[in-house]
Nanobody, 128 residues
């Protein structure tokens, strides 16, 4: 099933950590870009991190660089987002997305329309 399914969200205090998971068979695509987006209440959805389906070239939004790590496990068809040193401004619904047509380009964190598959999201809440 290509439709991503996210898990791992929850409520933590500032400074805490969470690891999000996304199960998707999009890893079976020869060329693919997998990404995490998030949407806070009243704000537009924004790109957080992306990675080629073969695990190469992870890239991050400036707001999470140095705190979040994107990775994937091809053997288990799972994408991860390790989130450390969480801040209240990280509070959002987090979505997994997959583009099965190409490896990631720089604009994959900006052009949401290029992704064919989206998960339903998992909520992350960080309290101060």
């Amino acid at each position: 099933q290509v439709q991503p399914v996210e898990s791992g969200g929850g409520s933590v205090q500032a400074g805490g950590s969470l690891r999000l998971s996304c199960a998707t068979s999009a890893f079976s695509y020869k060329f693919g870009c997998l990404a995490w987006f998030r949407q806070a209440p009243g704000k537009e959805r924004e790109g957080v991190a992306k990675i080629d389906s073969d695990g190469d070239r992870p890239a991050y939004a400036n707001t999470v660089k140095g705190r979040f790590t994107i990775s994937q496990d091809n053997a288990h068809n799972t994408l991860y987002l390790q989130m450390n040193d969480l801040k209240p401004e990280d509070t959002a619904m987090y979505y997994c997305a997959a583009d099965g047509t190409t490896y990631c380009y720089s604009w994959h964190l900006e052009r949401q329309s290029v992704y064919q598959f989206w998960g339903q999201g998992t909520q992350v809440t960080v309290s101060s």
